[in-house]
């Protein structure tokens, strides 16, 4: 490779990785400002990239800020959870362009999923063929075992136990496949547009049907040796409760995730009501709704406590179906965590609801792993 070429792809790395950057910015990987120059100005002149004004930073006028060219092509994310599939389509600038969802029951098997995910991704690349699709970002709950690509036996999605996720949708997509869960793929949203952007230590608790920590360690995301890394929701806060799906007893997922939470009602309200449903009467200041989601929320904060006290993260983000709960969880919460958290003399992290619509932010996550990573899914060939 000619030093041009290798100037070239260190510049095109660095906008995939960390998005529209401006020339000072860009000179801050290590080459020079006249290097810099020439190199964008080539990339312009191919039309790889396009130079225009970015918000302003600071006091001075707004830099003017280098993203790579929306028609080089798109990153899909895909999100694939219990009785829905979400997909999102984003472009290189990192441009949300579209999203939707559709209903699917939750025990369709993975063939006939993907057959309503490939649907579902035509139809948002409007008037854009697969070819312009650099690659698909799969969301799964539950982890993924590293070793064999398989979802285990804790996923809360039974028709994929044992499945290969990534096998299974490259057959069917045709397209390059990227899969990891969902939980750390809402991390990657929140550290590519939201509340973490430029942090390099931080949690993000998911709660959809369980409650599961996408973990950003040094930058990047940790899996853990097998992939079940941030499995918070199986952690034991109460040895002798409910037995737990995964096999345990009173763990985290049986007494604070949205099942569990709904439960607790059915005597008072008459039936089982959905998370939403409890959140809605919980803000019209509804006692026992409000009570069961305290309740959820300081055992949240037991289990943060333990994840606080071991990796120390500078964040953390509460997203998924309890974040609409917003202070009447994280009030509880934080009051619990901070019972039991080593102090050391510092401050604890904030602990907030993320930046980023409930609705996307795990597609949006998915598309990022796509839309960063020039290694994988590299652009194609001019
Ligand atoms: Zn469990």
Redesign the pocket.
């Known amino acids: 490779m000619s030093r041009r070429t290798a100037n070239r792809t260190r510049v095109i790395r660095a906008l995939r990785e960390r998005g529209p950057l401006s020339r000072r910015e860009l000179a801050g990987i290590g080459l020079s400002r006249s290097t810099v120059t020439a190199v964008v100005d080539e990339l312009v002149g191919a039309g790889l990239v396009t130079e225009a004004g970015g918000p302003a930073r600071g006091a001075g006028r707004p830099a003017q800020l280098i993203s790579l060219s929306p028609a080089l092509g798109v990153a899909v994310g895909v999100e694939i959870a219990n009785g829905v599939v979400r997909a999102a389509v984003c472009d290189l600038s990192r441009r949300l362009l579209a999203h939707d969802a559709v209903a699917v029951d939750e025990r369709t098997g993975p063939e006939e999923t993907l057959v309503v995910v490939a649907e579902l991704v035509d139809r948002l690349l409007g008037g854009r063929s697969r070819d312009d699709v650099l690659g698909v970002g799969i969301a799964i709950p539950g982890p993924i075992q590293r070793g064999t690509g398989r979802n285990g036996r ?1 996923t809360t999605l039974k028709p994929w136990v044992d499945v290969n996720p990534y096998v299974t949708a490259a057959e069917a997509l045709k397209l390059p496949i990227a899969v990891d869960n969902d939980a750390n793929l809402a991390a990657v949203a929140e550290a590519t547009w939201g509340a973490a952007r430029g942090l390099r230590d931080v949690a993000y608790v998911y709660s959809a049907a369980g409650i599961g920590v996408g973990f950003i360690l040094n930058g990047s995301l940790y899996a853990g040796a097998n992939g079940t890394a941030g499995e918070l ?2 952690t034991t806060i109460d040895e002798n409760g409910e037995i ?5 007893r009173g ?1 985290l ?2 007494l604070a995730n949205a099942a569990s939470i709904s439960l607790n009602l059915r005597r008072s309200h008459g039936r089982e009501l959905s998370i939403a449903e409890v959140i809605t009467l919980a803000r019209g200041g509804d006692l026992g709704c409000r009570r069961v989601i305290a309740d959820a929320g300081r055992h949240i904060g037991l289990a943060a406590a333990n994840l606080y006290n071991l990796l120390d993260p500078e964040l953390i983000v509460l997203g998924g179906n309890l974040a609409p709960a917003g202070e009447i969880l994280l009030g509880p919460l934080r009051e619990s965590m901070a019972r039991r958290a080593i102090h050391a003399g510092e401050v604890l992290p904030p602990f907030i609801v993320g930046e980023l619509d409930q609705d996307v932010v795990v597609v949006l996550g998915a598309a990022a792993v796509v839309l960063r990573d020039d290694e994988r899914f590299p652009l194609p060939d001019r």
Not at 244 to 248: I, P, R
């Open positions: 804790a929701g199986h737990c799906e995964c096999g345990g763990c997922n049986t």
